[in-house]
């Protein structure tokens, strides 16, 4: 069934024939033959591509495009011609028209099943034959290419094929969750909505393994996933570019399949894009800026069942001006309370909050100083001692302690190369912190595109910059003004994932000695990636893995994001 919530979901579209439904009647046009392809880019002649035999059902995954191509016949030739429209419905509920909507980035909408467009064919590319019995009279018909109806025709008795592209989505706007198994049926309609004679079409939905769907939330800081105690995995998203609600979804499975975790009480602020989330214990606070306000929200994970939220958002600060980027950080130190870090319009601006829950003043850092800040990245060290890093609007990045007496150290130059678009605000990784000797591990994108990696003792020793990247990587793909890149700890070895600016595929390496990193390799190729965030956690034989989201191609649309794990 279809519930307004997520959870995991593979299209199982099958196409039962023989059997009339009970309002099939009263239209001139018959359909005689259909016939689904799973090779989207296939040609609109080619008789290659297809799902299934014809009339027969056919197994197709959610957020992947696929076609469906109809021969009908009308009974007689009539003034107003003959025209067609696609119908469907979930649960035997009410009849609705399949619209037009683009995927993965939709104008306005997006809807659970739409026509959408091809590079395949251009619309109104004619038909041949490919479908039915080869004897019946034949009059060409054409390729639809977002477009929802047939061009009006005015013979008769002659068989007649249409293709239409087609997409259904996992997460739809509403938002709305497919469940496995929820059905969908579909019909043919004339120019005056009366439907087809012929055979009753359904449809049913599953996920393929690893799929989430839904969008990513836009921004450079750690949000997951997290994983509970029995292996719950945790993350936070959005269900659709048109639909841009906070989500926690859920996987049982170790990434297998995902859901949505307490749908009901989601935060009611979206405009997802400066969003920080660190655990303590069962429970992610989250810190999330918009626009000229930030926010504090909190969910707890829990074991058995699904986690809930625990504050939906609560108003701590706001911050004159739009800062120019959408950005935040969080830390949490020993003592329960939490340290958030955020953007102004010029500065940025540090605030605690105490183990009671209380949210002291937000202070502004370097408020005299040249020149505009932003990129806020955190990292909490030994004693509490935090890390702070951050970029400069004129192509700066600084590097500095906060100690537990509320003191800064000195502010070092990170580098002057990181670039002083509003596109490179945000081109430092998430900071690590050495457990053992307290050293802050902080990694960079500079204007050559490479990633650099220094290290900044507790002592405020800034170390040499060594290259990690053997190629350019992206930054801002997709408006998403981020470096596309992920950085963590293992057992003190650092494990990176990067996007090949180039070919957008993601690359991974390590180092487990400093200054010294592994040949990178490739091992996401053929998309064209645009973010990723992962964290260290088990998998179903209790190793360790990293755990990644990552925006498969989606160009700033939706239905893209994918887990994996890579075994360490």
Known sequence: MIRNRFGGAVLFLLIQTGALAADDTG???????????????AALNADEGWAALENTSAALNYDQPFRLRVQVRAAATVPQGHLLNLQYRWQGGAWSTVGVARFPYPSLASPLLSVTATEAYADGEETRRLLGDPTLEWDAGAGLNLTAATPVWRGGGDTVEWEWPLVARRFSDGPTFAENGANIELRLVDGGGLP?????????????????GGTFIETPARIGPYQTDDGTLYFFMEPAETDNRFMAVMSTDYGQSWREADGAARPS???????????IGSIVHIIHQVSHEVFYHAFELADAGAGHWLVNSESIAKPEGEPPTQIADVIARS??????????ARRLFLQIRSARGEWGAPVEIDAAIEPALSGAVLALGKDDAVTLAYTGRDGRGFIRHLFVDGTLSERLTLSSKLGASEAEDAVILPLVALPDSGTSVVLYRETDGFL????????GELSTPIQVSNTAV????????????????????????????????????????????????????????????????????????????????????SGFNEYKALPL
């Open 474 to 557: 992206i930054t801002n793909a997709v408006d998403s003004e981020q470096v596309g890149a992920d950085l963590v700890l293992h057992d003190g070895t650092l494990h990176l994932l990067f996007i090949d600016a180039e070919r957008r595929s993601i690359q991974y390496t390590r180092s487990d000695m400093a200054g010294r990193w592994a040949e990178p390799t490739a091992v996401v190729e053929g998309i064209e990636a645009s973010w990723l965030r992962g964290s260290i956690h088990r998998d179903a034989e209790g190793n360790a893995v990293y755990g990644f989201v990552y925006d498969a191609g989606s160009k700033g649309g």
């Open 452 to 459: 650099y990696e220094r290290r900044f003792t507790p002592e």
């Open 269 to 279: 602020v979206s405009d997802l894009e400066g969003v920080a989330s660190v655990r």
């Open 335 to 344: 003592d329960g309370s939490l340290l958030a870090l955020y953007g102004g």
């Open 196 to 212: 087809l004679a012929g055979p009753r079409m359904s449809a049913q939905f599953s996920a393929a393994p690893g799929h989430l």
């Open 27 to 41: 239209s001139g046009i018959e359909l005689l033959s259909y016939r689904l392809r799973a090779d989207f880019g």
